[in-house]
């Protein structure tokens, strides 16, 4: 049993998801752990995690539509507003969503289903830089 | 410290919660592990897993009802509909609750509440055949 | 590699959050693991966790306003009610938001962003102990 640790920064372009399955699974190859799980951990209360359809980006628009519905921008309800209106969605669309990710890993691959892909997803309207941390355990 | 990894396989009878905690618990006590985690993955965009009530069943249905009205079915604002009515919707309630999930293990079991139950829910229509990774990571 | 684990009591307020990070620190320090994962699992099915913003009380109260209006208190279409308004209210609840966390831990401590705290999250109106299980792995 081993544990392999690493830090993964990532740059978004604002509101919307960044596909992150190949940067993740590029640390677990890195790791040398053939069976186990693969940590995801974000560290910011504005952005999250998510597993969902890799292949038609319809899929992630539709998600955006719902997750405004759930968690308005600028809605007159909110106490909290002082970097705009996207400042409170943002915390509400983390809480909906997810801050941290598990995965398997077997044959020191990640396994997912042919459709899954890991994103982090950004709230806010600017561009972040956000910064992960990774942690493979196994043997 | 030991890891031990399985697979398992869930048919399900379209939408709906089925509850796999006991299924679970073979894979916990075949590891041998009695101190440690049991992470369960499932390997699908339109499934997704579930802690919560196991004694009465209208919890899930009321559960079913509110995510309904988070997740509609068919809503005209989707553009991913190729499979359905219930394509897009399937992503969104997956997005909303969880696609993989970590329990404790002691003295060899799993340790849940007491009205604790782990389900596997369908999202889609359709009855599917399921698929999920079990680790089991601890001494 | 080692695997530590601790139960955590906390007695709730009645509705509202509770920041735990503290607690759950005190435990990651005791066990001696400079290195891996801390996984919190509490074992309630009307109580949840959350990783959000530690600094404006406000945030929380606005989280309080939006998962209000996605699980209220009372909904007419609700068939599970035996124990008060809030009692289905609360398995929604949790279900939206998380029954288990896992954190990294490095240099011995939890690995968290400058404005993320770790939160209980009780969801019924009256105070109630609740367990968790809290489970160190690493090296």
């Not at 993964?8 to 790791?31: F, K």
């Not at 308005?72 to 909110?78: E, I, K, L, V």
Request: proline share 3%; hydrophobic share 35%; with cysteine.
């Amino acid at each position: 049993m081993a544990v392999y640790q690493d830090t993964l920064t990532q740059q978004t372009r604002g509101r919307g998801t960044l596909n992150i399955t190949q940067a993740v699974e590029h640390i677990v190859r890195a790791s040398g752990i053939t069976t186990g799980t693969c940590h995801v951990f974000q560290h910011h209360t504005s952005a999250s995690l998510l597993v969902t359809e890799n292949a038609d980006p319809d899929v992630r628009h539709d998600l955006e539509t719902l997750i405004a519905r759930m968690a308005p921008d600028g809605d007159p309800a909110y106490r909290h507003d002082m970097e705009g209106d996207d400042d409170m969605a943002a915390h509400a669309r983390a809480m909906l969503t997810h801050n941290d990710l598990t995965l398997p890993v077997g044959q020191g691959r990640l396994i997912l289903g042919t459709w899954q892909g890991v994103f982090l997803w950004e709230h806010r309207y600017a561009a972040h830089t956000r910064r992960l941390t990774i942690t493979v355990q196994g043997e």
